[in-house]
């Protein structure tokens, strides 16, 4: 069975920075792109930042220069670096991949259960 786990959230003062990272672990044969999502209350999730396996990424305009998303394909390991936060960075923050398990030809799409950035004022 495939799960994401994500892991860094945290509260942090503006201007601050957090490294979130998204664990996947399972029978996993490949892992395609992965991005990472953002919901506040009262909105609706949005994209934060995505990269394809290759490495090709792009970002949020709302986060372009401040966050910096990368992946170690050989720990199936996801990275969001967030420097320069600001109050309205506060969110949940998901991780999502495309994955195709062992055994199968199709790749499927997987969330994390998300992690709490709080950037405070």
């Known amino acids: 069975q495939v799960q994401l786990v994500e892991s860094g959230g945290g509260l942090v003062q503006a201007g601050g920075s957090l490294r979130l990272t998204c664990a996947a672990s399972?029978?996993?044969?490949?892992?395609?792109?992965m991005g990472w999502y953002r919901q506040a209350p009262g909105m609706q999730r949005e994209l934060v930042a995505r990269?394809?396996?290759?490495?090709?990424?792009n970002y949020a305009d709302s986060v372009k220069g401040r966050f910096t998303i990368s992946r170690d394909n050989a720990k199936n390991t996801g990275y969001l670096q967030m420097n320069s936060l600001k109050p309205e960075d506060t969110a949940v923050y998901y991780c999502n991949a495309g994955i195709t398990p062992i055994g199968t030809i199709t790749s499927m799409d997987y969330w994390g259960k998300g992690t709490l950035v709080t950037v405070s004022s």
């Open positions: 399972g029978s996993i044969f490949s892992i395609n792109a």
């Open positions: 990269i394809t396996r290759g490495g090709s990424t």
